[in-house]
């Protein structure tokens, strides 16, 4: 299958002018983030990146690129809009939403959340910005009984009934999409992910899997399906150097059961009636052991995989790597750089 | 196909070459590799072996780490891939485990007889119309074998399943791995897609609930949505009647009540159950007869029709009477429960 037959020719690339494009990375110390920066770094010959972020950056970065801004704090919004420079051909916010730890309590989570996403719309607004790409996670759509087999975009996002967090990422995606319905110019693109694995990417589901004892649902066996960090860059990258309107489920081929995601990555289970294992996972996070936020246990019991077809047909993105090579991928860390 | 299996090495090298640098094409000549390797495992393994050797000797480090990482991928599967899942979640693993006993309440307990296997479609996309009974969902499994018994391929039709099971633990893992569904539009849409052969139950729970003195009559086939399903997508209907199956456990009541407190849709008390303790849950040992009947054209209905719930109904009611006509021509001529 050649490059060429798999991309629709209708979809049309922005013409560049001599002025840069901007790409604004925000939350970019994180590891996503990161990744991110590194490959636009690699690939960018007419852009300018900004890397915007709480925490000191993980990447090298040219001078005057990273701007220090904590977005859920308030006037942030102004202080993002402040760093861009005026000698821009467009603009693009790339807006990575899941965060990679749940260090507070998930109610405090929730609201930091849309906080930080508010700020960026807001920021967007004064901008005028060309692009809005929202991180988000196919998790949105809620680990239930009632799930059918494959979750299309079409569907509702039921995951907001079970988790704050993912609550969160429901909400700050129907901002998005407001935002889209009030601002026909810009294009909004949102994507949800799978659970990301590969050598870098880490957040609090690769932490789950990285424990060597894996609690699980005594009785429940869900299926689980991974995407490799690479193929996520790369419908990212897709997403920004085109202009794919729409929600897109990001998901690698195959799926398979969590049971044996834990016997392929050599990990002990430790199956728990669920009674006992929502008592130890609220008791976990009450004394502050990172395990998994309490609120995703359904995602032990219930199946929740997300059908890829709408983006393989409308962005052409095919995932290089199975959820099974993802799962390899990120047993053997270091190798796969 | 010819082509490569005379230039064996040469998709090998275009694979490393393409994953040493990741392109674009490296899905295209992975896929590539693995048929190569689904279809000549020993000499793909050896060809791997060598390559592995070579490349330990010539790359660096870093170059031999990653491919060799790409080669363990590849050589993943064998005895790996048999524990995989299906797209749906069936596991051909656990279908294998369980299929001797299944096959011994075939052949020995229930004694299965098969009538009409001719109608059980050779290939493509059916669905398997049956009545529901029995309070434990044996029919469900039997009528699996029977088809799978008596097609030439051992065709293993996937039947759609309420979505009680699925809060239940142990069940609905069970269910899912040996090639259950969750009943719902989207799913079974889907499994036809594939080109399955899907066995539904209408009657659904208020079948597998008759009690005793309402055997053999049909409950209501739900609101049709296999009518709308099978008018969507243009897949023939085998019209099928299961006799034995409504006496293996002959309910005298059931609770609603205490079955909630236990998180089951109903709790049974059938003639040995709860009496007899866990020796209550053995099936009694009927003699079963499967007739499937002529399949059901639906290629002149449209999506439009499925949307009329006049048509729907009145088609449903159709092939309802159809299987009750079955079962009571078999009733008549029947002898006995027992032999």
């Not at chain 1, 920066?37 to 300018?48: N, P, S």
């Not at chain 2, 969750?182 to 597998?208: S, Y």
Request: proline share 5%.
């Amino acid at each position: 299958m050649s490059a060429q037959s798999r991309k629709k020719p209708k979809r049309k690339t922005r013409t560049r002018g001599s002025r840069e494009e901007v790409i604004l990375v925000t939350n970019a110390a994180r590891s996503l983030g990161s990744a991110l920066l590194d490959m636009l770094a690699r690939h960018g010959e007419h852009r300018q990146l900004i890397a915007i972020d709480g925490e000191p950056l993980r990447v090298d970065l040219p001078q005057g690129a990273y701007h220090r801004i904590y977005l859920s704090k308030k006037g942030s919004s102004r202080k993002l809009a402040s760093c861009v420079p005026h000698n821009h051909s467009s603009i693009t916010i790339v807006h990575t939403a899941l965060p990679e730890t749940i260090d507070i309590d998930e109610e405090t989570a929730r609201e930091r959340l849309i906080a930080e996403a508010k700020s960026v719309l807001d920021a967007a607004k004064q901008l005028h910005v060309h692009k809005l790409v929202l991180v988000s996670s196919a998790d949105v759509y809620g680990a239930f009984a009632t799930n059918p087999a494959y979750l299309t975009e079409d569907m509702s996002a039921r995951g907001a009934d079970q988790s704050p967090i993912l609550d969160a990422l429901c909400t700050i995606e129907k901002m998005f999409t407001d935002y889209a319905d009030k601002h026909r110019r810009t294009v909004v693109t949102t994507l949800r992910p799978s659970t990301i694995l590969g050598s870098r990417v880490r957040d609090f589901k690769t932490t789950f899997f990285d424990q060597s004892v894996i609690p699980t649902a005594m009785g429940f066996d869900p299926l689980v399906q991974f995407v490799h960090e690479s193929d996520m860059l790369r419908a990212l990258l897709e997403v920004i150097e085109k202009d794919d309107r729409g929600t897109y489920n990001i998901v690698g081929d195959n799926i398979l059961p969590l049971s044996r995601a834990a016997r392929m990555l050599a990990r002990t289970t430790v199956p728990l009636p669920t009674p006992i294992l929502t008592t130890a996972a609220q008791v976990a996070s009450k004394v502050g052991l990172e395990i998994m936020p309490a609120s995703y246990l359904p995602f032990l019991m219930h199946t929740c995989i997300a059908d890829g077809d709408k983006a393989r047909h409308e962005l052409g993105f095919v995932p290089v790597y199975t959820s099974h090579e993802a799962l390899l991928s990120f047993a053997t860390k270091g190798w796969n750089r | 196909m010819e082509q490569m299996s005379t230039g064996n090495d040469i998709p090998f090298l275009r694979l490393l070459t393409a994953i040493a640098e990741l392109k674009e094409h490296a899905k295209g000549a992975k896929r590539e590799i693995l048929e190569f390797a689904d279809r000549d495992p020993a000499k793909a393994r050896a060809l791997f072996k060598v390559a592995d050797a070579m490349l330990k000797q010539f790359a660096k480090t870093s170059v031999y780490k990653k491919l060799k990482y790409s080669l363990d991928m590849i050589s993943y599967g064998d005895e790996e891939r048999y524990y995989d899942v299906d797209a749906f979640g069936m596991s051909n693993a656990t279908v294998e485990a369980v299929m001797p006993i299944f096959q011994f309440l075939y052949h020995h307990y229930f004694r299965v007889e098969v009538e009409g296997a001719k109608n059980i479609a050779r290939n493509g996309p059916a669905l398997v119309i049956a009545n529901h009974s029995g309070v434990l969902p044996y029919d469900g499994a039997i009528t699996n074998l029977a088809v799978y018994n008596n097609h030439p391929k051992q065709r293993y039709p996937r039947y759609l399943v309420d979505d009680f099971a699925y809060y239940v633990p142990f069940v609905g893992t069970f269910i899912q791995r040996t090639g259950g569904v969750r009943a719902c539009q989207e799913n079974a849409t889907r499994l036809l897609d594939h080109g399955h052969m899907v066995l539904v139950f209408p009657e659904g729970l208020k079948g597998v609930s008759k009690s005793y003195d309402e055997r053999y009559q049909l409950r209501r086939f739900g609101r049709g949505g296999y009518v709308k399903l099978a008018m969507r997508t243009g897949v023939p209907v085998i019209p099928t009647a299961i006799m034995g199956a409504e006496e293996i456990h002959p309910m005298l009541w059931k609770s609603d009540v205490l079955g909630k407190a236990i998180g089951l849709p109903y709790f049974p008390f059938t003639v040995t159950f709860p009496w007899l303790g866990p020796l209550g849950m053995i099936p009694l040992p009927t003699k079963w007869k499967i007739i499937f009947g002529k399949p059901i054209s639906f290629k002149k209905f449209t999506a439009r029709d499925a949307k009329s719930e006049r048509k729907v109904k009145e088609v449903s009611q159709k092939i309802q009477s159809k299987v009750q006509a079955m079962i009571d021509k078999e009733l008549k001529n029947r002898d006995s429960v027992w032999y």
